[in-house]
């Protein structure tokens, strides 16, 4: 089986690159041109010919979109390229899976709910996002299921990896120099590590290849929820017990209200996740468990 990943070096797709090598070949690109077995190759999204080329070069039974435009407060001015790489280069995988009767694996995100209530979101709840990010993310997902193609859509919530920059290490870092913090306590989600986002998409998508009826929109997340106030805080404590020496005193809870930012928040982040765990027989840990892995991690343990 071949397999095209693309935004190999991003959060979840780096956590891909090892955890689709099990299934078979995987043609791994980032934005930038490559000379690989098929030619030269680039995985830049917002060059939709160069990427359609891309994939009729490598023809992938299996498609993995990895890659994003996720700075959510930068894509309120930089409206023209999140929606190319969001929406519109979706809409060219899709286009081209059908063609070549391949499976789109594809990731987007809770912010294609208004964050109302307490409830936590079923793939069949309405959708409408507060934010331009979110709304190019949803129109990515109607232009998958309008390709007719065979696609598993998985939305997530607040993703974090041992690999580059993330709000625990941001927590951590502003620990040590700062007296006092203020995080924001009345955003509702479930922090959701790379690794397992990668690897419930590999066990989904093996079922998937013998059952396609099983091709659909799934919310993938640990179990639990917490606050942006509670996990740093938890972050914190961790650190302190396994002996980082923390200057932090008291970390304040505060309403979104007193956190201006360019694009608003949903405050109810939460998913429900019984379709997946139905659907394909697997167990979501909870959240604690893989921010622990990534702590021990940073921190060197
Ligand atoms: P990252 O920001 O870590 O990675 C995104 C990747 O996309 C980066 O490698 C980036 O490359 C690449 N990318 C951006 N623009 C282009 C482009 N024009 N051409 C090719 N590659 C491009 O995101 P995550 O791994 O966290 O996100 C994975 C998926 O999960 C995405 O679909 C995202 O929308 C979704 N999601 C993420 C959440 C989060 O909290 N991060 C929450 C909910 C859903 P480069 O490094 O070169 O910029």
Redesign the pocket.
């Known amino acids: 089986m071949k397999i095209l990943l ?9 956590e891909l690159q090892r955890a689709l090598s099990v299934l078979g070949e995987v043609v791994a690109l ?2 930038h041109p490559v000379l690989t077995a098929y030619g030269i190759l680039t ?5 939709l010919v160069g990427l359609r080329n891309t994939i009729r070069s490598v023809g992938p039974d299996v498609i993995v ?7 959510v407060d930068k894509a309120e001015s930089e409206r023209e ?1 999140a929606r ?3 929406a519109l ?1 979706s809409q060219v995988m899709a286009e081209e899976a059908k063609r070549a009767d391949a499976v789109l694996v ?6 294609v709910f208004d964050g109302s209530g307490t409830t936590p979101w079923k793939e069949t709840d309405a959708v409408a996002p507060v934010n331009y ?1 979110g709304a190019t ?1 949803l129109e990515g997902e109607q232009l998958i299921v309008a390709s007719g193609c065979k696609y598993l859509i998985f ?7 041992a690999r ?1 920059n993330n709000f625990a290490k941001t927590m951590l870092r502003l620990a040590k120099d700062r007296q006092s913090l203020n995080v924001i306590a009345d955003q509702i989600g479930v922090p ?1 590590g ?1 690794e397992l ?1 990668a690897d419930i998409a590999v066990a989904a998508l093996q079922q998937t290849l013998v059952k396609p009826e099983l091709c659909g929109f799934y919310h993938l997340a640990p179990s639990g929820e917490t606050s942006w106030h509670a996990y740093a805080t938890y972050v914190i404590e961790f650190a302190r017990t396994n002996g980082e020496s923390l200057a932090v005193e008291t970390i304040n809870p505060i309403p979104t209200t007193e956190y201006p930012t360019p694009a608003s928040r949903p405050l109810n982040s939460r998913l429900n996740t019984q379709k997946l765990r139905d659907s394909f027989s697997l167990h979501l840990p909870d959240w604690q468990s893989g921010v622990t892995r990534m702590l021990m991690e940073a921190l060197n343990k």
């Open positions: 693309l935004g190999k070096n991003g959060q979840v797709g780096w980032d934005r995985g830049d999204l917002s060059d979109n990895a890659a994003a435009y996720t700075a390229l190319t790489v969001n280069a594809h990731y987007s995100t809770d912010y990010y993310k939305r997530t919530s607040w993703v974090y990896a580059g959701t790379a986002l």
